[in-house]
């Protein structure tokens, strides 16, 4: 994994400090490496889950029905960022997912949406708390993820996923959907895979520990971690 960068104020990382879909780089080949690294970490079982990555104006996202570890370039859709379709392959029902990201933060470049299982087991248990589904039991969590709200159940493709995302009222990078998996957003490709990563391994460590007497992070240190990394995190009432 790689080392955790400071975000910007706003929660992402600035472009400027990394080379993942840059100017010089290939932003097609920067996907379809992302989508075998997704699979390869266990985060993509069979077809599922999408990946995107903004490059200016557009958005070049997996094609729906694609497996993230044989992404080839006729299997990448390409969409504006509200949404419509411009080129390539049928693009994934779960589009406004990622659309939603790119408009709530101009800083995001890329977004990973996986059923990943230890997401997906903690998706089906009620919130630690209204704005985090996942209690503050490592550092790594509150640096690297920040505040992951659980979001209303909706049928995979609908768009209100989108709605509800845009409409979150806490500040986040990341969400579980319920019964569904979880989305994350960086401001690379490689800071969104790895936030992903971590946000599986936060959920894993919760599931673990279920049912017994969780010794979690005080709220003066996570508000010390929350500032330091520059993370979103809403102190629970």
Known sequence: MSAATEPTTSGATSPATSTSAGPASDPMAALIEAGRQLVEAGLSPGSSGNVSVRDGDRILISGTGTSLGRLTPDGIAEVSLDGTHLGGARFSKETPLHTAFYQREDGYRAVVHVHSPHAVALACLEPWAAHNAIPPLTPYFVMRVGQTPLLPYRHPGDPALGDDLLAAPWPL??????????????????????????????????????GSERRELAPDRIRELADRWRSPWTPAS
Do not use: F, K, Q
Not at 184 to 207: F, N, P
């Open 173 to 210: 990078r990341a969400a579980l959907l319920a019964n569904h998996g979880a989305v994350v957003a960086g401001a690379s490709l490689d800071e969104a895979v790895d936030r992903a990563t971590e946000l599986e391994e936060a959920c894993r460590i919760a599931l673990l520990t279920a």
